[in-house]
Nanobody, 126 residues
Framework: QVQLVESGGGLVQAGGSLSLSCAASGRTLSNAGMGWFRQAPGKEREFVAA????????NYADSVKGRFTISRDNAKNTVYLQMNSLKPEDTAVYYC???????????????????WGQGTQVTVSV
């Protein structure tokens, strides 16, 4: 069993930055790909970023490329999302998740993730 807790969300003006953290407990996640997803009111959950188990591969949604950076520290069992140049359309609840298997295939598909955190709210003002 894995528990994930996101933190770092908040209110920020457009152009500002936030750093999100996702701390895992229950077991070490060094072999598991992890992702960040977000969901805005009235919209479906959307892929944001993913990182392979070793941290050697990262992928981003087109909407956040060049602005967001996903990273992980397996020694701390923690995944991060650095968000820069935030836009109002980035406003959403952000969730971290752990993939079902060691495979990195399907990193952008939320059905490929087994465990989810409770989410943290990010609000970007105009």
């Amino acid at each position: 069993q894995v528990q994930l807790v996101e933190s770092g969300g908040g209110l920020v003006q457009a152009g500002g930055s936030l750093s999100l953290s996702c701390a895992a407990s229950g077991r070490t996640l060094s072999n598991a790909g992890m992702g960040w997803f977000r969901q805005a009111p009235g919209k479906e959950r959307e892929f944001v970023a993913a990182i392979s188990g070793s941290g050697g591969s990262t992928n981003y949604a087109d909407s956040v490329k060049g602005r967001f950076t996903i990273s992980r520290d397996n020694a701390k069992n923690t995944v991060y999302l650095q968000m820069n140049s935030l836009k109002p359309e980035d406003t959403a609840v952000y969730y971290c998740a752990v993939k079902w298997s060691i495979s990195y295939i399907g990193y952008d598909n939320n059905s490929q993730y087994a465990y989810w955190g409770q989410g943290t709210q990010v609000t970007v003002s105009v």
